[in-house]
Each structure stands twice: as structure tokens, then as C-alpha cells.
């Protein structure tokens, strides 16, 4: 009867931790995403009752190796086990499963590694709670210097002020002209740098992100606040390019001209303006001027999105004590 208990206590752990973790992820979010915590919930619930087969499994397991193994194999089959969760959930539901407004991987994988460090202390193993507080322990000063490292760099970081231009590009013959570029809010100098970088061909203003004292700001809607979560699709799909007004402002103009497969990571200029250019058909980039001062944060091209149509590639952009936000800078129809 014990031993039941003792199983039984295990899914609960998984099932319970997951749910409190979306709570407070979606209450630390001005309660943007609460509609999704009953879904999730169940959805965990589901998982955790199958994880009730795991237990005697792995406390035999973790019962016959030292404590350290006993660790590294806590760590390796949580990392499993939430990766299982993930893939069986992404088969279940498709691309829906992005909806969810928090990061489900992440949630389960601290729930479970919270439920097997559960199971390795009922195991027969010496592994005792002095060694779980000190694994507790070690976590908190490592957790500690991050964010001690973070608020360093948030502190060396220069306010932010300057305008993202998206501007899809495709490729000719065709030397662009200078009037042609400056409709898309680039001043003469900025279209002469483009011109001068060798790039040919025809270009879209598709749209543009402002980013204010460190904030990302809508023109259309100048009084939303991108930290209000029910305002958060405003920013996510930025301004429309005004082509009557040339734009003074610092810029980071990037120019793409397919679906990017692969991450791509720069640094934000310091108080002048850079030009982004992807290459003509492989991925990755070229920055113009190579020489600038850059800031402390950065700014990251993501990897395209196909599970979506029309596919978009995201922005993910570094904002001083604030967590990254995310926008959507470029859709593509074909792959």
C-alpha cells in the first residue's frame, strides 16, 4: 500500500508543478494566456498519469548506480521524458500547440526533473535530501549570478532609439534608384550605402518596428503600452512605412530576400544606421558599415517559421530591463 502511495504521489508531483508554473507564468503576464492554463493543465494531467508506469523503472534504476550517475541520469531521462510529452503532444494537435502563450517544454521539464529527484529519494539509493538541498543550493547561486550578470549588462547598455526597416527584396539586373529607395523611409545617404553594397534588384517596404527609450512604441496606436499583453499583436506586426516622409531616425534596415533556415545574431548600433543584407541564395548575412559602434543588446533574425501560412521570419529584439520581444518582420508564400 505504501509503495502505491508512493507512486501515486509521482504523477501528482509532475501534474500539480506544471499547472502552478503556468499559473504564474500567465499572472507574472498581467494574466495574458489564462484561457490556455485549463487545456494545458489537462493535457499534463494526461502525461502525468502515464508517467505513473515510469516509476518503479526508474526507482530500480536509480537504486543500483552512485549518487552522482543517479544525478546525471535525474537530468537525462527528465530531458527524455519532456521531449516525449512535447513530441506526442506536437502529433496530437499539429501546429495548434504553438498557441499556448507559455513555454510548455520548459514547464515540464522542471516539473518532471522535480518528480524524479522525488522518486531517486524513495529509491534505495544514499542520495539524501542534504545532497537535493545542496543541488538546491548550487542552483540558486548560479541563478544568482545570471541575473546579477544580466542587471550588469542592462546597466552598460545605452538607451535604445532607433526604427527596424523590413524591406523584402528581389534580385535583377536592376540597379535600384535613389528615389525608388527613400519611399520606403530611407534617407539618400542610407539608399546610396544600399546601392554602394553592390545589392540589384527591386524592393518592398514590407513594414517597420520603432523602438523608443527602450521600449518598442506603435505609431498608429501611440498610447498602447507593448507591455499590455492585450495589446501585444499591435506591436508584433509594427507600422505601416509611410512613403511620403523621409525618416531621420537610426535605423537597422534589413533586407531579405528568401526564408531563412538558420538563426541569425547582431548586435544593435550604438546611434547609426545599419544595413542587414541577406545573402542571394544561401543563408546568413552582411552588415554594413562593418565598423560601427554597437550596443550592448542585440537583435536576432530567427529561422522561418513553416508551420505556418504564409511562413514568417520572426525578430527577436533585446530591450534594456526588459525580457526580448518578439516581432514579425518578414512572410514568405513560397519556401
Known amino acids: 500500500m505504501k509503495k502505491i502511495s508512493l507512486r501515486l504521489v509521482y504523477p501528482i508531483i509532475i501534474w500539480v508543478i506544471s499547472t502552478l508554473i503556468a499559473i504564474f507564468y500567465v499572472i507574472n503576464n498581467d494574466g495574458f494566456g489564462k484561457g490556455d492554463i485549463q487545456g494545458f493543465s489537462i493535457l499534463s494531467l494526461i502525461f502525468s498519469a502515464i508517467s505513473f508506469l515510469l516509476y518503479g523503472l526508474f526507482n530500480k534504476l536509480f537504486g543500483r548506480v552512485n549518487i552522482f550517475i543517479s544525478v546525471v541520469l535525474v537530468i537525462a531521462l527528465s530531458f527524455i521524458q519532456a521531449t516525449i510529452f512535447l513530441y506526442t503532444a506536437w502529433f496530437i494537435f499539429g501546429p495548434w500547440l504553438g498557441a499556448f502563450s507559455f513555454p510548455i517544454f520548459r514547464i515540464w521539464l522542471i516539473a518532471i526533473v522535480i518528480g524524479n529527484f522525488y ?108 507591455e499590455d499583453k492585450e495589446n501585444s499583436i499591435e506591436f508584433e506586426f509594427g507600422n505601416d512605412i509611410d512613403t511620403t516622409k523621409t525618416n531621420e531616425r537610426t535605423k537597422v534596415i534589413i533586407v531579405m530576400n528568401h526564408p531563412q533556415e538558420t538563426d541569425f545574431t547582431f548586435g544593435q ?41 504564409p511562413h514568417w521570419t520572426g525578430l527577436s529584439v533585446e530591450l534594456k530591463w526588459k525580457n526580448d520581444f518578439s516581432v514579425n518582420g518578414f512572410q514568405w508564400v513560397d519556401r
Open 269 to 309: 548600433p550604438a546611434n547609426e544606421t545599419t544595413i542587414v543584407l541577406q545573402n542571394q541564395e544561401s543563408d546568413g548575412f552582411k552588415i554594413y558599415p562593418d565598423n560601427i559602434d554597437f550596443n550592448i543588446k542585440q537583435i536576432k533574425i530567427k529561422k522561418t517559421d513553416f508551420r505556418s501560412f
Open 119 to 226: 522518486v531517486l529519494l524513495n529509491s534505495q539509493n544514499k542520495f539524501g535530501f542534504k545532497h537535493l538541498m545542496r543541488i538546491i543550493g548550487a542552483g540558486a547561486i548560479i541563478y544568482g549570478l545570471i541575473f546579477f550578470y544580466n542587471s550588469i549588462q542592462n546597466l552598460r547598455t545605452e538607451n535604445q532609439n532607433f526604427d527596424i526597416i523590413c524591406l523584402s527584396w528581389t534580385p535583377s539586373d536592376k540597379t535600384p534608384e535613389i528615389k525608388e529607395l527613400m519611399k520606403w523611409s530611407l534617407t539618400e545617404k542610407e539608399s546610396n550605402d544600399l546601392i554602394n553594397s553592390g545589392v540589384k534588384g527591386s524592393f518592398w517596404g514590407e513594414r517597420f518596428f520603432r523602438i523608443e527609450n527602450s521600449k518598442i512604441v506603435s505609431i498608429d496606436n501611440p498610447d498602447f503600452s507593448f
